[in-house]
């Protein structure tokens, strides 16, 4: 009421009753998006590699510290877990030697599985998990899914086969994959082979581009073991 009692209050009311209106509002997101105060772009998202969200709150993956929760830093993948530095995992350990009673293989499983987390591909590895049927193979790649959850995903594993007609263009398979971390595939069909430039590509922190289902082509770091 005192703003419509003035020449420049009823300019403002008159316009925000056009606003109002439900083909102004579906307009409004579109206008904001060519705001850069309002807007923002994939690449400022997840930019701190050596952070990653858990269920208690931020941890370190370089010092173990453990901070609050931090909207300013735009991280948005969390993994399905609280960080406990005193946690034991009784029931995990007792997992990990039944399925694997070498404990130096078990050693390196654990080291592979901290370097699948920080995010790093430069090492050149593309583990295979093999043997017997029922030895906890897919027990073991499942339960590394389900706990770095939104830094995981699975791949078809036609990914990292030779492309049809041998295309070179940018890869919608492959796309699926930024800003993951692990990356589980089942085994390959019978006597298919693997693409051997997109394998060394993917291991060796080489630039990937890509695009989504009808979008333009991205360029992006690989941050995932498979």
Not at 94 to 103: C, G, I, Y
Not at 173 to 183: A, C, E, I, N, P
Request: net charge negative.
């Amino acid at each position: 009421q005192d703003a419509a009692a003035n020449e420049a209050g009823k300019n403002m009311v008159k316009a925000a009753l056009k606003l109002a209106t439900l083909n102004k509002i579906t307009q409004v997101p579109n206008i904001a998006k060519t705001d850069r105060c309002m807007s923002s772009r994939p690449n400022d998202y997840d930019n701190h590699k050596h952070l990653a969200t858990v269920n208690n709150g931020i941890l370190n993956l370089r010092t173990g510290e453990l901070s609050d929760f931090d909207p300013g830093l735009l991280l948005t993948k969390k993994i399905n877990a609280a960080y406990d530095p005193e946690a034991q995992g009784p029931r995990t350990k007792a997992f990990l030697s039944e399925v694997q009673p070498d404990p130096a293989v078990l050693a390196y499983m654990q080291r592979l599985v901290g370097y699948t987390v920080l995010g790093m591909s430069d090492e050149r590895v593309l583990p295979i998990v093999h043997g017997a049927s029922g030895s906890g193979k897919s027990a073991f790649l499942e339960m590394l899914y389900y706990t770095l959850a939104d830094f995981a995903a699975v791949a078809d594993p036609t990914t990292l086969m030779p492309a049809p007609d041998n295309y070179q263009g940018p890869s919608e398979k492959l796309h699926s994959l930024m800003g993951t971390r692990f990356v589980k595939m089942s085994e390959l069909p019978e006597n298919a082979s693997l693409n051997q430039a997109l394998v060394k590509s993917i291991t060796g922190s080489d630039t990937q581009k890509t695009r989504p289902l009808y979008g333009h082509p991205v360029e992006w770091d690989v941050e995932y073991v498979v």
